[in-house]
């Protein structure tokens, strides 16, 4: 009896690291639980829970904290892995993980098996694609033995982890580290089968079609933010630097004062990307190249955060400060105006430009 209630503790504690992304691996996560009850040196085999049961708390935590919206979330990513399948399909790809398996958690990766000779070759694809990707060589030691996996991680509108392998492994029956049984995965047809069967109501061509013309407007928005690095601006105003790094420390500022105000945020990470496009009228600028990727709430702070800060030093008309003040949204661009004239600080931490779009995502997504 004390054996199993230490794996249930055991198991909670790994799983509360691997759901809040503290930790990926089920070994590492049930040692450092083992640890902090004291057991690192005593505990047996028998003690420690199995990766099952740890994956079951963690979708445990999921349902608590994510609720509904979860299980749409799971449609959007089976639907994407189908559609950059789609682009993979002279690699073989198979759709392996919790996409596949239903036990999707904040933060979740589509993971995806791809099979070539040349991992070069996969990603002149994603070059030709123009998706962003980053290339890691993981060195994993198991009984003593060594293997080093290639995985190719793609930043689209979801995240993906391609494992690539060599072409003889595509019918290689890989075992599954929970269950200790093959692996569970999916071709392209399979999948399309499993979303047939089950959301029958679904017409896939349909949704394919739509992904396809969506525009991702985090996308967009990357687009827009990273050439800010190289506009320079006057130290007299701006002695921090450029307007990068000025845009992410009044990101980093909102966060601290609105942490859930997802609009907020994002009118405070884009206010001055119009200066990268035309920075004789950059307002202006930033409004044309956001028309119908922003709600009005986040477009109205952008459009007159300068006029805050003209009403704030006296110069704005009457009629002007007038309307402004009338807006339900006022105390919204006063505050936006606040964390614009503190975001000047030379030396500030701030987050990569990655970093702040993911954290708006999760908000929209309802998992941060």
């Known amino acids: 009896m004390a054996d199993e209630r230490l794996r249930r503790q055991i198991a909670f504690l790994a799983a509360q690291m691997m759901y809040r992304r503290v930790e990926s691996e089920y070994f590492t996560a049930k040692r450092k639980a083992a640890r902090q009850l004291g057991l690192e040196y005593r505990h047996r085999p028998g003690d420690l829970p199995s990766n099952r049961e740890i994956r079951d708390q963690i979708q445990a935590m999921a349902r608590m904290h994510e609720g509904p919206k979860r299980l749409e979330h799971l449609l959007d ?75 190719v991680h793609v930043f689209d509108r979801n995240n993906f ?140 702070l952008i459009e007159h955060h300068m006029e805050a800060q003209a009403l704030r030093t006296g110069e704005l008309g009457g009629r002007a400060r007038a309307r402004l003040q009338q807006s339900e949204l006022y105390d919204d661009l006063m505050l936006l105006n606040e964390l614009d004239r503190r975001g000047r600080v030379p030396g500030a931490a701030v987050c990569e430009v990655d970093e702040a779009l993911d954290y708006i995502r999760g908000l929209a997504a309802g998992e941060t």
């Open 77 to 151: 990513m089976r639907l994407d892995a189908l559609r950059f399948m789609k682009c993979l399909a002279r690699f073989r790809p198979r759709l392996i993980g919790s996409v596949l398996t239903g036990h999707v958690r904040k933060g979740s990766d589509i993971d995806i098996h791809v099979f070539s000779d040349s991992l070069t070759l996969v990603t002149n694809l994603l070059d030709e694609l123009e998706i962003r990707y980053d290339v890691e060589w993981k060195r994993i030691i198991k009984h003593s033995e060594e293997r080093v996996f290639t995985h």
């Open 161 to 300: 982890e391609l494992t690539v392998y060599p072409e003889d492994k595509a019918h290689y029956v890989f075992k599954s580290s929970i269950t200790g049984k093959a692996i569970e995965r999916a071709s392209i047809a399979e999948l399309e089968a499993i979303l047939g069967q089950e959301y029958p109501d679904l017409n896939l061509d349909t949704e394919l079609d739509a992904l396809e013309e969506k525009i991702d407007p985090y996308l967009l928005y990357r687009m827009l933010l990273e050439p800010l690095e190289g506009v320079k601006q006057s130290r007299k105003y701006h002695p921090e630097g450029d307007a990068l790094y000025h845009s992410l420390q009044v990101f980093e500022l909102a966060r601290e004062e609105r942490p859930y105000d997802e609009e907020f945020l994002l009118a405070a990470l884009l206010h001055d990307i119009g200066k990268a496009i035309d920075p004789h009228d950059h307002v202006s600028a930033a409004m044309e190249a956001l028309e119908g990727s922003v709600t009005d709430r986040t477009g109205w």
